[in-house]
């Protein structure tokens, strides 16, 4: 597996998790990142995004203000950090590394997929 996405898990509302995504290959580090979840019965849908130095970031509508994403490149890390979650955060959470070195929102853009963290937020 390229990439290991951790650190989901059981939160109530309100509370924080922190999301990595370690690339155990070494090959994103002039690649764009990003993040996206997938509820049950829900489409895939895209939740951030961030350049290959990390200079230019871009998020979803819906966590914009709550979530940031960032990188460790030394690290070969991503990271989620998610604040005030809500229940309808709750989803399978996946990293995956773009095909360029400025990643946008589509899914098509990216080449690498983790293999998803669960996050549970509940009411």
């Known amino acids: 597996v390229q990439l290991q996405a951790s650190g989901g898990g059981l939160v109530q509302a309100g509370g924080s998790l922190r999301l990595s995504c370690t690339d155990s290959?070494?090959?994103?580090?002039?690649?764009?990142m990003g993040w996206f979840r997938q509820a049950t019965g829900k489409e895939r849908e895209f939740v951030a995004a961030?350049?290959?130095?990390?200079?230019?970031?871009i998020y979803a509508d819906s966590v914009k203000g709550r979530f940031t994403i960032s990188r460790d490149r030394a690290k070969n890390t991503m990271y989620l950090q998610m604040s005030s979650l809500q229940p309808e955060d709750t989803a399978v959470y996946y990293c995956?590394?773009?095909?360029?070195?400025?990643?946008?929102?589509?899914?098509?853009?990216?080449?690498?997929w983790g293999q998803g963290t669960l996050v549970t937020v509940s009411s």
């Open positions: 995956a590394t773009a095909r360029q070195a400025v990643a946008g929102g589509g899914a098509d853009n990216y080449k690498y």
């Open positions: 290959r070494r090959t994103s580090s002039n690649n764009g």
């Open positions: 961030i350049s290959w130095n990390g200079g230019h970031t």
